[in-house]
């Protein structure tokens, strides 16, 4: 139970890191000043966030049913 308590609490703090760098690649002006090569790492590690938070929270427990 402790297992999936854990794995929840990861999955909640992964997809709030992609929560703020999506909005953060949108709506900050001063990002407007970095490289492209920068925007895009902003972009891709949010995105790499909400797919592994997406991942830790639906995954089931070991040695759970079908």
Request: aromatic share 8%.
């Amino acid at each position: 139970m402790a297992d999936v308590n854990l794995r929840r609490v990861a999955a909640v703090a992964l997809l709030l890191i992609a929560f703020l760098t999506l909005a953060a690649s949108r709506a900050f002006p001063f990002l407007n000043d970095i490289p492209e090569i920068a925007k895009t790492a902003i972009v891709v590690v949010g995105a790499a966030s909400a797919l592994a938070g997406v991942y830790l929270w639906t995954r089931k427990a070991p040695g759970a049913g079908a």
